[in-house]
């Protein structure tokens, strides 16, 4: 047999060239039938799908990706706008695939001829002539193109495609299709997972690789063939530089960069928040949150390296908030979401666990507004039994007298349900649940025990409810989606009592190298050392911190203030490089000593004292518990009966009157809304009806 060239037969040469005659020729027997019946098998052509499945994309704040997940089959496919890719990509993909793209109908005449002849010359496949739409035809129909059959299938397919789609639109389909090795397709997809970014921003060797790439997916991997894939990114610029798209410069300095080693996985942050929002909106391919990305990572690092310090199977959660807002700027559900031996995949801000005494400040909160204390009353700490139930303080100690303040600095027991009893554990419930939290109770109704942690909380929970002490006593709903409004929580205490406790939590000895008088902040250890909490707040941001195991088991010497706080001053340092300042007090804020407080403030009387319901125990007549009033702007007047004058008129846990000797008075109205109305005489006996501004 005769050889041709360097050893190609002439019926190989042939047979390699027929396939691109073949095309030319059906091409010109569809002209030769003439323009009508072509126009009719063309418009007769059944177009498969376009609108293939894409990866679900979670986004930061910013637009930047935060997660991926592939879709069914197990594809990395994502989404894709021409406007996310760099526009010398575009122009060096159709520089080398397609030069007439936006002029041809979908078939390049000119290119099939070229492509045949150089068949004929060279005894191979030289170049193809298939255009960027007969490409994506291909892809579309996932058929062969050995054949000739198949090649025409491709070329009628194509000339439909440029019917009935935009030239943006076909190019924008190729990129989204083009396979990149592996279980890679479409160029966003490939450009994360080979350079991890976005392919808005590619170098000329790295555009270069991904014009490439698509040609042979497998064979030119950068990670598996480094030759083949360098060797196919020279050819490419070669030809960018011989067609004026880059210069000699950027060409060699491009040539010589170097090529990725390994694919890289697809960003993974805040993957537990991602999760649990691809369950809750099934369907919605883009979810853009309000979480920062760069945060994320500090926090994501952080909560990691606590962990590792705090020991073996020790998972860890935090959650960052602008209180002012409701944004949720980090979410950590555990220090590494694939670790197992910290069962990672449990996400740790949405568990139920025993808050320990982070649920104090709302407690103390809820007696200031009620009248039953001022920072400065002295509250004894002593033994107690309500009923059989006995509280003790964490270290056993009793401390005799001493202020409220420091009865909540030094976290004690005793003084918070002593006033938990005064105030009623529903009233506590109630408070919860206006901040926003869902409290879970374990069984019955709730006892004395809630305010030191006898009652399930996630930290999400733990977070929201002290947004709302930072905001003054009325926060907004925390929220994660970039698309919800702000929304405000109903008032849990009035911006007094929060200032209150602010000014007391901020002079917190904080841990070693923290820096005293910039947080307001409040550890909590739950029964049997299990969980070690910190939640604190400047004027304009709050974190919560939970550490402890997954599973619940204790964790022996684990405290709060030392496992939890110093991560909480952490996360704060690395959050801004300072703190803003807390807020001045309200106008209505009484700061007196314990002696300048109205006789019945300057010590805690128990319930038999405070509310006696002796036959001249002071009454409101005027307003009945529950009224709704309609002010318009006009005082609120008083009617009282019985009771020692001089009295205190509390609203809302401010004073407004005091040294009344009248039992007809008037006060400004409280404002739109519910008020709570207390009026306390002289022996210390209060009244307390609840009202409906309108």
């Known amino acids: 047999?005769?050889?041709?060239?360097?050893?190609?037969?002439?019926?190989?040469?042939?047979?390699?060239?027929?396939?691109?005659?073949?095309?030319?020729?059906?091409?010109?027997?569809?002209?030769?039938?003439?323009?009508?019946?072509?126009?009719?098998?063309?418009?007769?052509?059944?177009?498969?799908?376009?609108?293939?499945?894409?990866?679900?994309?979670?986004?930061?704040?910013?637009?930047?990706?935060?997660?991926?997940?592939?879709?069914?089959?197990?594809?990395?496919?994502?989404?894709?706008?021409?406007?996310?890719?760099?526009?010398?990509?575009?122009?060096?993909?159709?520089?080398?695939?397609?030069?007439?793209?936006?002029?041809?109908?979908?078939?390049?005449?000119?290119?099939l001829a070229r492509a045949a002849g150089q068949a004929l010359r060279h005894g191979r496949v030289v170049s193809g002539g298939s255009t960027l739409t007969m490409q994506l035809a291909r892809l579309l129909e996932d058929g062969p193109t050995g054949r000739w059959s198949g090649k025409l299938r491709q070329i009628r397919l194509a000339l439909a495609l440029e019917r009935r789609l935009s030239k943006t639109e076909i190019l924008a389909l190729y990129l989204t299709h083009a396979p990149y090795g592996g279980n890679v397709e479409g160029v966003r997809a490939a450009a994360y997972v080979w350079f991890g970014k976005e392919p808005r921003r590619l170098t000329p060797a790295e555009a270069a690789l991904l014009v490439a790439l698509p040609q042979a997916p497998e064979g030119r991997r950068p990670d598996r063939a480094p030759e083949a894939a360098k060797a196919a990114r020279a050819q490419v610029l070669k030809r960018m530089v011989a067609s004026g798209v880059l210069s000699l410069e950027d060409g060699s300095s491009a040539s010589r960069a170097s090529l990725p080693k390994v694919m890289a996985g697809m960003p993974r942050l805040a993957p537990h928040l991602a999760d649990r929002l691809r369950l809750e909106m099934p369907g919605v391919r883009r979810l853009s949150l309000t979480v920062d990305a760069e945060l994320q990572t500090r926090m994501e690092r952080l909560m990691q390296a606590a962990a590792q310090r705090a020991g073996d199977r020790l998972s860890a959660a935090m959650i960052v908030a602008d209180h002012q807002s409701g944004e949720i700027l980090a979410s950590v559900g555990s220090p590494g979401y694939a670790n197992q031996g910290r069962q990672g995949f449990v996400d740790m801000t949405q568990a139920l666990r025993s808050p320990g005494s982070t649920l104090k400040p709302l407690v103390y909160g809820l007696a200031f507004d009620q009248g039953l204390v001022h920072p400065e009353t002295l509250i004894h700490d002593g033994p107690v039994d309500f009923e059989g139930y006995a509280p003790q303080n964490f270290d056993g100690v009793f401390r005799g007298d001493l202020r409220v303040r420091e009865a909540l600095q030094l976290s004690l027991n005793i003084p918070v349900v002593k006033l938990t009893r005064e105030l009623g554990p529903p009233?506590?419930?109630?408070?919860?649940?206006?901040?926003?939290?869902?409290?879970?109770?374990?069984?019955?109704?709730?006892?004395?025990?809630?305010?030191?942690?006898?009652?399930?909380?996630?930290?999400?929970?733990?977070?929201?409810?002290?947004?709302?002490?930072a905001a003054g006593g009325q926060g907004a709903e925390l929220?994660?989606?970039?698309?919800?409004?702000?929304?405000?929580?109903?008032?849990?205490?009035?911006?007094?009592?929060?200032?209150?406790?602010?000014?007391?939590?901020?002079?917190?000895?904080?841990?070693?190298?923290?820096?005293?008088?910039?947080?307001?902040?409040?550890?909590?250890?739950?029964?049997?050392?299990?969980?070690?909490?910190?939640?604190?707040?400047?004027g304009r941001h709050v974190i919560g911190i939970w550490m402890g195991r997954a599973d619940g088991t204790p964790v022996p010497g684990a405290f709060g203030g030392d496992l939890a706080a110093p991560v909480l001053f952490e996360a704060f340092g690395l959050l801004k490089p300072d703190f803003e300042a807390l807020p001045p007090p309200p106008a209505a804020t009484l700061i007196l000593s314990a002696a300048e407080l109205p006789p019945p403030l300057r010590r805690f009387r128990a319930r038999d004292a405070v509310f006696e319901p002796a036959g001249d125990a002071p009454q409101l007549l005027f307003p009945p518990d529950g009224a709704r009033l309609a002010l318009e702007g006009q005082s609120l007047p008083l009617k009282l009966r019985g009771g020692q004058a001089p009295f205190v008129v509390l609203a809302d846990g401010r004073p407004v009157l005091k040294g009344v000797q009248s039992r007809e008075l008037e006060i400004p109205s409280p404002g739109l809304g519910f008020s709570d109305l207390v009026v306390v005489d002289a022996a210390g006996r209060s009244a307390r009806v609840a009202i409906q501004i309108e």
């Open 1 to 111: 047999m005769k050889r041709v060239g360097r050893g190609v037969s002439v019926p190989f040469v042939w047979s390699v060239s027929f396939r691109w005659l073949g095309l030319a020729c059906a091409l010109a027997l569809g002209l030769g039938l003439g323009w009508r019946q072509f126009d009719v098998w063309v418009e007769r052509t059944e177009l498969l799908p376009t609108l293939t499945e894409t990866s679900t994309e979670v986004l930061d704040r910013n637009g930047q990706i935060l997660r991926v997940y592939p879709v069914e089959d197990g594809i990395w496919r994502m989404g894709l706008s021409l406007d996310q890719v760099d526009p010398r990509f575009l122009e060096m993909l159709i520089a080398y695939e397609d030069r007439r793209f936006w002029s041809h109908s979908g078939v390049d005449v000119l290119a």
């Open 427 to 469: 009233q506590v419930m109630a408070g919860l649940r206006r901040g926003g939290a869902s409290p879970h109770l374990p069984g019955g109704a709730p006892g004395l025990a809630i305010s030191l942690g006898g009652v399930g909380l996630s930290l999400q929970d733990l977070v929201q409810l002290y947004a709302g002490l």
């Open 479 to 538: 929220r994660v989606l970039g698309s919800t409004a702000k929304v405000e929580r109903p008032r849990m205490i009035s911006d007094v009592a929060a200032w209150h406790l602010g000014d007391i939590l901020r002079d917190l000895t904080p841990p070693p190298g923290g820096r005293a008088g910039s947080l307001a902040y409040k550890t909590g250890t739950s029964y049997g050392h299990r969980d070690a909490w910190a939640v604190g707040w400047d």
